[in-house]
């Protein structure tokens, strides 16, 4: 193979995105090459162009990724479900990577926590195979990456989000243990948080609350599930607590689900639980996330308290089958609400840092 590809190059942070190319090689026996067909902004990929999160520069951000194989390695013969891959079928896959020995995989069942992991969106572009990040005409799916295979139902604009968002809520309303007839508070009603507020009434809550500052947000949560939401912006802390705990009697929530990254509604979150309540961290994911919290009401209330970080393999999966077995009751296609091309990535990052769009698509 002997041709080039377009990037939209992170040189460093809060600097214009620049357009190169590099070489397209042939895949490795353990690699597959995807045409990426969209790509869309997470969070994440926000904090690290500002500068919050720590990210290899220059690099590819991008790591919600759809497309259609081009090359197959030799080795590359099944998806993780085991269906048969072929050139021309469209994938997406895990937003890690790791390939060799993991004590954490290997033992404690934590593929995501392995020593060295490596995530799509956070390498260097200067060093082979180049094309590990999203916002590029193409990707190098590397060994050790869950891929799997795409029905056709499924429209690019609700596949997307599956391997970063979707898929992390999967493990999110697992690590708390959301049961039927469960009260469930949602803080941060983006994308993480209106799939939070499907999810979680998919596994059997009662009754599913959702806290933003962002007005637009809580009427979309409601075509997501949501019961009930309260504008933090428009309220005081007491006054916020009272409200939602009085939509969750007779004592308060069953669950509370942190997806907002502002580290202040932890505690915040922990007061609206009910004694022996659960509390999720999944959106702190920038360093110094600091919050104070009394040690003494954790014991005495006996609350729970989980961070999750990445997903297991098989949070995919599951948000694949959860998406395709609720695309007919929640408009999951609406929250990719806007495109852009790699040349207005600047534009579509700026759009999507004011939070005037949802999540924003790039289409090579």
């Known amino acids: 193979m002997s041709k080039t590809g377009r990037a939209a190059v992170y040189d460093a942070p809060n600097e214009p995105f620049v357009i190169r190319d590099y070489p397209v090689r042939d ?17 994440s990929d926000i904090h690290s162009y500002q500068g919050h999160r720590p990210n290899p520069c220059p690099g590819i951000l991008g790591h919600e990724i759809v497309g259609v194989i081009e090359q197959l390695g030799a080795d590359m013969v099944h998806d993780m479900r085991g269906d048969k891959l072929a050139t021309g079928d469209r994938v997406t896959w895990t937003e890690f990577f790791h390939h060799g020995e993991s004590y954490y995989r290997d033992v404690h069942d934590m593929p995501q926590k392995s020593d060295g992991v490596r995530k799509y969106g956070h390498d260097l572009v200067e060093e082979d195979p180049h094309f590990l990040g999203g916002f590029a005409e193409y990707c190098y799916i590397q060994p050790g990456t869950g891929i799997l295979k795409l029905p056709d139902a499924i429209t690019d604009e609700e596949a997307t989000p599956l391997n970063c968002g979707v898929a992390t809520m999967i493990s999110v309303t697992e690590a708390a243990e959301i049961d039927v007839g469960d009260t469930v508070v949602v803080h941060g009603l983006g994308l993480l948080g209106l799939y939070g507020c499907a999810i979680a009434k998919a596994r059997g809550a009662r009754r599913v609350i959702g806290v933003d500052a962002v007005a637009d947000r809580l009427d979309i949560a409601k075509k997501f599930g949501a019961d009930a939401t309260f504008d933090v912006s428009a309220m005081s802390e007491d006054d916020l607590v009272s409200a939602v705990r009085a939509e969750c009697p007779p004592d308060g929530a069953d669950v509370g689900l942190e997806v907002c990254g ?39 209330k006996m609350i729970t ?60």
Do not use: W
């Open 262 to 300: 502002f580290a202040g509604v932890v505690p915040v979150g922990v007061r609206m639980l009910r004694v022996g309540g659960c509390f999720v961290i999944g959106g702190l994911v920038n360093p110094d996330a600091n919050f104070e919290i009394d040690g003494s009401q954790i014991l005495k």
């Open 305 to 364: 308290l989980k961070g999750v970080h990445n997903y297991h393999p098989r949070h995919l999966i599951q948000a694949l089958d959860f998406v395709m077995s609720n695309r007919d009751r929640y408009p999951f296609g609406d929250i990719v609400d806007s495109k852009f091309s790699l040349d207005q990535l600047d534009e579509a990052f700026a759009r999507a840092a004011d939070r005037s769009v949802l999540r924003a698509a790039i289409v090579p």
């Open 27 to 43: 895949v490795h026996a353990d690699e597959v090459l995807v045409k990426v067909t969209m790509s869309t902004i997470c969070r």
